[in-house]
């Protein structure tokens, strides 16, 4: 089963809105990602937070991280058209390399 | 430029036809996987290789297999693949082993099997 569920599956936004979207997982993780895909391409990283942090910022970009809710979101602030893609959450656990990915939010700005 | 090339990038292949697609990348990184990805299921770990002759099973490695030879290579074979492997793939790699490491995408490969 998947770890990680996106929520919503779909979000269409106006540009120059914020974008936000959650991710809930099941087990405790070490940390979580944040993914973008733009259509039919590959996955490109977008931030980490670990497990100890609660908040990251990255240009636009804001996570954070609620493990005692084992949930997470992604702020996507003033919006433009080429933020239009899917966003994927990804966590991770174990000391190894094992990273479950969610389902993903299709995310569409209109200019 | 630091990536991961993956070939071909589309294919169209009739049932029990063995095939193979090439995932390399040029960045020295010691972990890489495969994933494939389905409508509303999202990514899904097939098969990944911790370094150069270490390889195991991910979440759905059933009619897959994997060989790492060197560390730049890691193709994904399938010895007979039947229409349930219709499907978007992804090679990946990171620089190390542990979950906290960004992993580095190819541009995918579209397999449909008829």
């Known amino acids: 089963s998947q770890q990680g569920e996106e929520d919503p599956q779909a979000l269409s936004i106006q540009e120059g809105e914020n974008a936000t979207m959650n991710c809930s997982y099941k087990t405790s993780i070490n940390n979580l990602q944040w993914y973008r895909q733009n259509s039919g391409r590959g996955l490109v990283h977008l931030i980490l937070i670990r497990s100890n942090e609660r908040e990251k910022h990255s240009g636009r970009l804001r996570v954070t991280l609620d493990t005692s809710k084992k949930s997470s979101s992604l702020l996507i602030t003033a919006s433009r058209a080429a933020d239009t893609a899917s966003y994927f959450c990804?966590?991770?656990?174990?000391?190894?390399?094992?990273?479950?990915f969610g389902t993903g939010t299709k995310l569409q700005v209109i200019p | 430029e630091a990536q991961v090339t993956q070939n071909p990038r589309y294919l169209i292949t009739v049932t029990g036809k063995k095939l193979t697609v090439t995932c390399s990348q040029n960045m020295n990184h010691e972990y890489m996987s495969w994933y494939r990805q389905d409508p509303g299921l999202g990514l899904r770990q097939i098969y990944y290789?911790?370094?150069?002759?270490?390889?195991d099973k991910g979440d759905v490695p059933e009619g897959y297999k994997v060989s790492r030879k060197e560390k730049r290579n890691f193709p994904l074979i399938l010895e007979s693949p039947s229409p349930n492997q219709t499907s978007l793939y992804f090679c990946?790699?990171?620089?190390?082993?542990?979950?906290?490491?960004?992993?580095?995408f190819g541009p995918g490969t579209r397999l449909t099997v008829l």
């Open positions: 990946a790699s990171s620089l190390g082993q542990n979950s906290y490491n960004e992993q580095f």
């Open positions: 290789s911790m370094n150069v002759e270490v390889t």
């Open positions: 990804a966590t991770g656990s174990g000391g190894y390399q094992k990273v479950t």
